[in-house]
């Protein structure tokens, strides 16, 4: 029995077929490039068809298609709140994805619902019943899975952690994205990183020799790995940061693990173990000696095995 899952980025769609087991029997990818609206639904349509086609023609009919998408994905409403792609504030695409499917089931979820799904099948959260995989890429969000469900909260919002509140005096820098996501995340390292420059008046390390509005967290990375004191001074910044949101995590939710993915770990995966030791910190401490904090197994495929298992939770009736 054939599962086909697809993954829906910024900047690419990635599908692939899957069999009943989690083995990825084949895998392609595209570009999104400036698609808008419409035009991005009628891509994932034409995917779909695609693997439809080509299943049939090789005597594997696929029998589910799961769907990952970046934002928000309304359950009830069929829709998505997806910011960065342009048109999709409440796009029907459940309604559309079924057009083209037929009698084929469909079933969407947020991309952060699908990380945690992704490693739950086939990756670093095997055998959990309660983790969570905080993604810290471009932004930050929490796929939560507790007792073998992802929860959703009242209005499909939940993880949205990026928004969590970690300084006691508010600013209104945070109204866009929140307090976490302005520092800590992909796109804020280099704004916590331009807000330290501008500060280090005496500073001389390898940051200066790249204007400062084109730094990227990459560059952070690498400058630290280089001895660049404001890079240094950025990382222990975000490090406290990403101890402080585990901290929260585990009091909140007493989860089995924490595994951490997104484009940002990556290079941040070794600190890990200073995460861990700020988190100690800060969380509720039987809580914290019972947690593993772990790496995504799955790297950028989290999405892409999420998917699939929701064509597979979707097809026997699963939540």
């Keep these: 029995m054939a599962l086909l899952g697809i993954d829906l980025g910024g900047t690419k769609l990635a599908s692939a077929v899957f069999t009943e087991d989690g083995s990825m029997i084949s895998e392609e990818s595209v570009l999104v490039g400036d698609r808008r609206g419409r035009e991005v639904g009628e891509l994932i349509a034409r995917r779909m068809n695609k693997f439809l086609d080509e299943q049939a023609l090789d005597g594997d009919d696929i029998h589910s298609i799961g769907i990952c998408v970046p934002g928000i994905y309304y359950q009830k409403e069929g829709s998505v709140w997806a910011p960065n792609i342009p048109g999709w504030g409440d796009y029907p695409l459940l309604a559309e994805l079924k057009q083209t499917a037929g009698k084929i089931p469909v079933a969407i979820d947020s991309d952060r619902a699908c990380y945690i799904l992704g490693e739950l099948w086939e990756g ?61 995340s992909g796109d804020g390292i280099p704004k916590l990183t331009r807000e330290i420059l501008a500060e280090a008046t005496a500073y001389a390390g390898v940051l200066r020799d790249k204007p400062a509005e084109h730094l990227l967290a990459y560059d952070i990375f690498d400058a630290y790995e280089k001895d660049d004191p404001v890079a240094k001074e950025v990382v222990a910044q975000c490090v406290e940061l990403w101890g402080m949101a585990v901290a929260n995590l585990v009091s909140l939710f007493n989860p089995e693990k924490i595994i951490f993915g997104g484009g940002v770990f990556g290079p941040a995966i070794k600190f890990l173990p ?46």
């Design 124 to 184: 670093a959260a095997q055998g959990c019943s309660d983790a969570i995989f905080l993604a810290v890429g471009t932004g930050i969000g929490a796929g939560i899975l507790i007792d073998g469900k992802v929860f959703r909260g009242a209005h499909d919002i939940a993880g949205s952690v990026g928004w969590m509140a970690l300084e006691r005096s508010y600013q209104d820098k945070f109204a866009a994205c929140g307090n976490f996501e302005t520092y800590a």
């Design 274 to 319: 200073d995460i861990h030791a700020e988190a100690r910190k800060w969380a509720q401490p039987v809580a914290m000696k019972k947690v593993a904090i772990e790496p995504s197994s799955l790297g950028n495929h989290a999405g892409l095995f999420g998917a699939g298992l929701l064509a597979m939770r979707n097809l026997k009736g699963q939540s």
